[in-house]
């Protein structure tokens, strides 16, 4: 069964580096979305991509966020400057179809980021 | 906001017991999904149910709608100790253009002791 896929499972940075964190959405889905969960917290909605644009984002999702379709298959989250309070696990997800018209949401297992 | 929220915070069961949680959400939707997170893993999608459907099953999943409460139920029977896991209610924006993001609660923490 297809599924997504994000690498690295796990990274550690220091503060004030980049990271990229990568996705594989399922291959035929068409909105793709990042999503993070800090440690005991809820699952809190990142950005939404559609039609190689951002269709949404939150308030999270600031200017150190960016989002990229490099090619066909993945789907990258880059953050420029981490900071502490960015450590958390950060999920990919993708639908065939918009949540809102009845679409299951798919998520990848995560990249639990660490910064230090 | 919409806003799953579960009920009950925690639960503790035994082996072969039922396990229920409840989800409430505070404006329309139309649909909802419950999906489960193992301790420090990704969320895996278990069901969908869409606003026009009172109730669905997979396998020992039942899952309830009631929109006029605005309230769903996850009900698991006969629990094994590898349900232990999280469980969320998420719920999809409907109001305007729907890009489709998810709107998740607190959780449930389901143990299962064997």
């Known amino acids: 069964e297809p599924e997504v896929t994000q690498t690295p499972s796990h990274q550690v940075t220091q503060m004030g580096q980049e990271v990229i964190l990568r996705c594989v959405p399922i291959?035929?889905?068409?909105?793709f979305y990042w999503y993070r969960q800090i440690l005991g917290q809820k699952v809190e909605f990142l950005v939404s991509?559609?039609?190689?644009?951002?269709?949404?984002k939150s308030e999270i999702f600031d200017d150190q966020f960016s989002v990229e379709r490099p090619d066909g298959s993945n789907f990258t989250l880059k953050i420029r400057s981490t900071k502490l309070e960015d450590s958390a696990m950060y999920f990919c997800?993708?639908?065939?179809?918009?949540?809102?018209?009845?679409?299951?949401?798919?998520f990848g297992p995560g990249t639990r980021l660490t910064v230090t | 906001s919409q806003q799953g929220e579960e009920d009950p915070q925690a639960l503790s069961i035994q082996e072969g017991e039922n396990a229920t949680m409840n989800c409430s959400y505070k404006?329309?939707?139309?649909?909802l999904q419950w999906y489960r997170q193992n301790s420090g893993r990704g969320l895996v999608h278990l069901i969908l149910?869409?606003?026009?459907?009172r109730e669905k099953h997979s396998g020992r999943l039942r899952v309830t709608l009631d929109t006029s409460k605005k309230s769903s139920s996850l009900l698991i029977t006969a629990s094994r100790a590898a349900d232990t896991a999280s469980y969320f209610c998420?719920?999809?924006?409907?109001?305007?253009?729907?890009?489709?993001?998810?709107?998740f609660g607190q959780g449930t923490i389901l143990t299962v002791h064997p």
């Open positions: 997800a993708s639908n065939r179809g918009g949540s809102g018209q009845g679409y299951e949401q798919y």
């Open positions: 149910i869409r606003s026009n459907e």
């Open positions: 291959s035929n889905h068409l909105y």
């Open positions: 998420a719920t999809p924006y409907a109001g305007g253009t729907s890009y489709g993001k998810l709107t």
């Open positions: 991509f559609y039609n190689n644009e951002i269709s949404e």
């Open positions: 404006t329309s939707i139309n649909n």
